[in-house]
């Protein structure tokens, strides 16, 4: 089945520093998303990308669509305390069909 | 901003005992998903659900399982005969149907089988 490689797992960074994490595919996707989830709650979409090569922004966060439609990356920049979470991607071929996640990324910001 | 919700929040049930967990879509949604997330582990589909009936459904989501949508705003997944590893987060999902829209999800009911 289709598998998705999410890094790093974790991530130990102080506030105010850039944060980078990626996920690839095995197979290709077409359309990419990014949700962060806390503790107890449910995934919240951050970005969507639906073209390969797109890049989207959402405040500090930047995701791109990777042009082999098999990777993506999320970029935070700035990072302050509420950043603190669990980020997945997740990766979806056909415009409705299930979403395949990521293991996660748990990241953790030193105030 | 329309949310999915959700419950109850936690279940605590019995080994071997029915479960069904309740959700209502966002409103005007027309695709409907369940995902299952085992304590520190990965979001992993269960089933999807359109038109009322399943349109795609994993392998986890063998007759132990079943969805319904009874009314025109809920939408339910049942366990029948619960085991200890069905204890997971469960979380329902809802998408308008429309070309490039992302999946809503809610916040989750908590299973515990004891």
């Known amino acids: 089945g289709q598998q998705l490689n999410q890094s790093p797992q974790s991530m130990f960074i102080q506030e105010g520093e850039d944060v980078s994490m990626n996920c690839t595919s095995s197979s290709i996707f077409n359309t990419w998303l990014w949700y962060k989830q806390d503790p107890g709650e449910g995934p919240v979409l951050l970005i969507a990308?639906?073209?390969?090569?797109e890049l989207t922004s959402n405040g500090r966060l930047t995701a791109q669509f990777g042009i082999t439609r098999k990777d993506s990356f999320l970029n935070i920049s700035a990072s302050i305390p509420s950043d603190v979470g669990i980020y997945f991607c997740?990766?979806?071929?056909?415009?409705?069909?299930?979403?395949?996640f990521g293991k996660g990324t748990k990241l953790s910001v030193k105030p | 901003e329309p949310e999915v919700t959700q419950t109850p929040s936690h279940q605590v049930t019995q080994m071997g005992q029915e479960v069904i967990l309740r959700c209502v879509p966002i409103s005007n949604h027309l695709y409907f998903y369940w995902y299952r997330q085992i304590l520190g582990q990965k979001v992993e589909f269960l089933v999807s659900?359109?038109?009322?009936?399943?349109?795609?459904k994993s392998e986890i989501f063998d007759d132990q399982f079943s969805v319904e949508r009874p009314d025109g705003s809920n939408f339910t997944l049942k366990i029948r005969s619960t085991k200890l590893e069905d204890s997971a987060m469960y979380f329902c999902a809802s998408n308008p149907g429309t070309i490039n829209q992302p999946q809503h999800f809610g916040d989750g009911t908590r299973l515990s089988i004891l």
């Open positions: 997740a990766g979806r071929w056909g415009s409705q069909g299930n979403l395949i």
């Open positions: 659900f359109y038109n009322n009936e399943i349109s795609e």
């Open positions: 990308l639906y073209k390969a090569g």
